[in-house]
Antibody, heavy 119, light 111 residues
Framework: QVQLQESGPGLVKPSETLSLTCAVS?????????WGWIRQPPGKGLEWIGS???????YYNPSLKSRVTISVDTSKNQFSLKLSSVTAADTAVYYC????????????WGQGTLVTVSS | QSVLTQPPSASGTPGQRVTISCSGS????????VYWYQQLPGTAPKLLIY???QRPSGVPDRFSGSKSGTSASLAISGLRSEDEADYYC????????????FGTGTKVTVL
């Protein structure tokens, strides 16, 4: 059974870059599927950030595209998120997930990690 | 940013049927599949319905999805206490360069 685990700093200063990694177990990223990031501000709804294929092909939410970079490391079986120039509005629980296909559904999710943006 | 509108809340007593609506537009629900996710308190979302009305293995048949035009619905029949959760619809939106959009979310309370 595929499992995903997010990791990274829980506190980031305003204007800095948020960096998270999602470690995948039980499935080789190189075998296929898309891998995505979704976030949820405290007490609010879900927002898709972007997704990546094992080849490195990416697609991002237009509202975040200028600040987001998603990359994949098949040798470590993990993928990563970088969000630059963060503000308090970027405080959220960040989830990584496996996407069945582009523009399709997220089948498996990590447990999520809270990232707070504060000085 | 959400362009999929859901009622903020819905409720019912055990055994009742509850329906949640999801209103979109021609660029999302009107031209793409609808998905539903269940988020129990303090946990990650879980896929409940995919491709409008398909249930993943392990999801009880008490949950059903439908779509008509630019709207979709999730029905929960035989409501149980463990169904108390937040429910989100989702779809791909073809506008701009295309993006995945979630609904505003509905909190279901079992009275």
């Amino acid at each position: 059974q595929v499992q995903l685990q997010e990791s990274g700093p829980g506190l980031v200063k305003p204007s800095e870059t948020l960096s998270l990694t999602c470690a995948v177990s039980g499935y080789s990223i190189s075998s296929g599927y898309y891998w995505g990031w979704i976030r949820q501000p405290p007490g609010k709804g879900l927002e898709w950030i972007g997704s990546i294929y094992h080849s490195g092909s990416t697609y991002y939410n237009p509202s975040l595209k200028s600040r987001v970079t998603i990359s994949v490391d098949t040798s470590k079986n993990q993928f990563s998120l970088k969000l630059s120039s963060v503000t308090a509005a970027d405080t959220a629980v960040y989830y990584c997930a496996r996407e069945v296909a582009p523009a399709e559904y997220f089948q498996h999710w990590g447990q999520g990690t809270l990232v707070t943006v504060s000085s | 940013q959400s362009v999929l509108t859901q009622p903020p809340s819905a409720s019912g007593t055990p055994g009742q049927r509850v329906t949640i609506s999801c209103s979109g537009s021609s660029s999302n629900i009107g031209s793409n599949y609808v998905y539903w996710y269940q988020q129990l308190p303090g946990t990650a979302p879980k896929l409940l319905i995919y491709r409008n009305n398909q249930r993943p293995s392990g999801v009880p048949d008490r949950f059903s999805g439908s779509k008509s035009g630019t709207s979709a619905s999730l029905a929960i029949s035989g409501l149980r206490s463990e169904d108390e959760a937040d429910y989100y619809c989702a779809a791909w939106d073809d506008s701009l360069s295309g993006y995945y959009v979630f609904g505003t979310g509905t909190k279901v309370t079992v009275l």
